[in-house]
């Protein structure tokens, strides 16, 4: 099932309950196939009656899709809202745009496995329908092959209809992902309860994904690129399910209001942000208990119970010791600081200090040799040397917006750069070390170097995943985007590049024309240079000015 990423201050469960461990109660459920055997059904195609239910059902125009089916699994408010009033919805941002074009091409190359494969062409769903029962009798593999229900109430496509013997198929689902996720499970699930209601005979269910131990090696091997995983069982389990759920859904859809957290809603993250305009959250303005860090269940409880500001948690409510932290800190509005901790921290570095960032990018399909799907290819470093304790810090930086394999040329500046002694300080850094360790496989000849480098490393992280400081306006992050402005003001406002996805995008556009023809002329890609130096010089930059004021929080300047 889906379940979206945390949105600070809003959090709500209107998802549909699935119980996987056998049909409803009331429910003899829809097919009895076991994994490699077909469904028992009419051998000949059924052609989709436009009867009673489905006017009932479809009266508003209103039918369930697999996206819309597997979306409205995780909020039914969503679903309301796509169903009627779609304008209430944020349109795709550019990660989304870039994620959906890496979608089809993950699609384009999976259909190379099926050379002599037919493309249903996109239509309506009752021409779709149509046509793919006629393209049916080829025993052809089909792409993109829709059948309505015969009721009316939902329609899918299939990635990919593989034919088996003289009346079966195989229902193949493409994922640009590198292995299978519970929600994929309803998905083809929805998806077989379609087909099998409407006459289709299905032997499995297979999911096809990214392999991502596969390693690019001159031209792309579409046999290679992926992996499959028989799922039949799974989606059999979670077949006498899908009936009821659209129902619901198309109740849901039908309703006059969107169904709100606080009229008999739970709880789930609600990244899309569509329950921030609901009645409790207009009531509680200032909530922040969703901000607990690593809640869990626990801010469920909370929650449930009512208590929406982290300094209404009553004394005596099991909490960690990080928790009760923050507790205290949002009670009084000041930030927690274990000075013995800290003090630790810094007089453990060892000068000249590095602070290093890498900028890097992925994608779904390996975009140079020695690359696997999705690998973090570093394209560009900033470095600020600070060679003394309170010396000024001298900024070294490398980016390459040449369509070609960056990483020679940044080994070799990143030798210059940080030199052979002294700590090399990044935030997170598990990021910066597996960076170098992927290039010390792609480039023995500097292994022995990169090890070493790899050893020199200091978290700046640390303080602040343990909570040595913690400050109110961190919101529960320890992420350098949270901790920079709350320990020296510094923000990333006003920065035509502001995260690291926004710099993947910039750099894949500015270099390779990705995901397609976009300005590349020569003042739009000196702009996108200067955006990602600057952006990356403030990561490492800022990691200086955390440093020096950590040093002043627990050495005042009165007591020097």
Not at 346 to 359: A, C, I, N, Q, T
Request: with cysteine.
């Amino acid at each position: 099932m889906r379940f979206l990423a945390v949105r600070v201050g809003r959090s709500c469960d209107s998802r549909i309950r699935v119980d996987l461990s056998g049909p409803p109660p009331g429910e003899a459920g829809v097919g009895s196939g076991a994994s490699g055997r077909a469904i028992g059904l009419p051998s000949s195609p059924v052609v989709s009656p436009v009867g009673r239910e489905r006017s009932v059902t479809a009266a508003a125009g209103r039918f369930v899709t697999k996206t819309g089916y597997v979306g409205g699994l995780g909020c039914r408010k969503e679903w309301w809202l796509l169903c009627n009033a779609p304008g209430r919805l944020p349109p795709p941002d550019a990660s989304g745009r870039f994620r959906r074009a890496q979608g089809q091409e993950v699609g384009a190359w999976a259909r190379q496995r099926y050379p002599h494969g037919l493309l249903v062409p996109a239509a309506d769903p009752e021409r779709s329908d149509r046509a793919s029962r006629e393209m049916l009798s080829r025993r052809l593999p089909l792409f993109e092959a829709g059948f309505l229900h015969p009721d009316g109430t939902c329609y899918a496509r299939a990635d990919i209809l593989v034919p088996v013997g003289r009346e079966e198929w195989d229902l193949v689902e493409v994922k640009s992902r590198t292995g299978p996720e519970e929600e994929d499970v309803h998905d083809v699930a929805f998806q077989r309860y379609c087909f099998v209601a409407a006459g289709v005979r299905l032997r499995q269910c297979r999911l096809l994904h990214l392999d991502g131990g596969y390693v690019r090696s001159g031209e792309i091997d579409p046999d290679r690129l992926f992996a499959e995983a028989d799922i039949t069982a799974e989606v059999e389990q979670a077949l006498p399910h899908v009936g009821p759920n659209v129902a619901e859904l198309l109740r849901v859809a039908a309703l006059a209001e969107p169904p709100e957290f606080g009229r008999g809603e739970g709880f789930h993250p609600d990244e899309a942000g569509v329950h921030d305009d609901d009645e409790i959250w207009r009531t509680h303005p200032d909530a922040d208990i969703s901000e607990l860090y690593r809640g869990g269940r626990r801010k469920v409880e909370l929650l449930e119970r009512g208590i929406f500001r982290m300094e209404e948690i009553p004394d005596g409510t099991t909490l960690t010791a990080p928790q009760q932290i923050q507790r205290a800190a949002h009670a009084c509005g000041r930030p927690h600081v274990d000075r013995r901790a800290l003090v630790a921290f810094l007089s453990g570095l060892r000068y000249p200090l590095h602070f290093l960032d890498f900028e890097t990018f992925s994608t779904a399909v390996p975009l140079l040799d020695g690359t696997r799907p999705y690998q973090q290819v570093p394209f560009q470093f900033s470095v600020h040397v600070v060679q003394t304790p309170g010396a000024a810090a001298v900024p070294r930086s490398f980016l390459s917006l040449e369509p070609v394999d960056p990483r020679p040329e940044l080994v070799a500046a990143l030798r210059t750069a940080v030199g052979r002694s002294g700590h090399v300080i990044a935030y997170n850094q598990a990021f910066e070390r597996r960076v170098l360790g992927d290039l010390a496989e792609r480039f023995p000849e500097h292994t022995d170097w990169l090890t070493e480098l790899s050893g020199r490393f200091v978290d700046l992280y640390a303080p602040f995943r343990s909570m040595a400081y913690y400050h109110p306006s961190q919101q529960g992050s320890a992420s350098l985007k949270a901790v920079l402005p709350a320990v020296t003001g510094i923000d990333y406002c006003g920065l035509e590049i502001a995260d690291g996805g926004a710099a993947n995008l910039a750099y894949l556009g500015a270099a390779f024309g990705l995901p397609g023809p976009g300005d590349a002329s020569p003042a739009r890609v000196a702009a996108t240079r200067e955006a990602l130096l600057r952006y990356c010089g403030q990561d490492t930059a800022g990691m200086v000015r955390i440093v020096e004021r950590l040093a002043e929080i627990v050495h005042p300047a009165a007591d020097s």
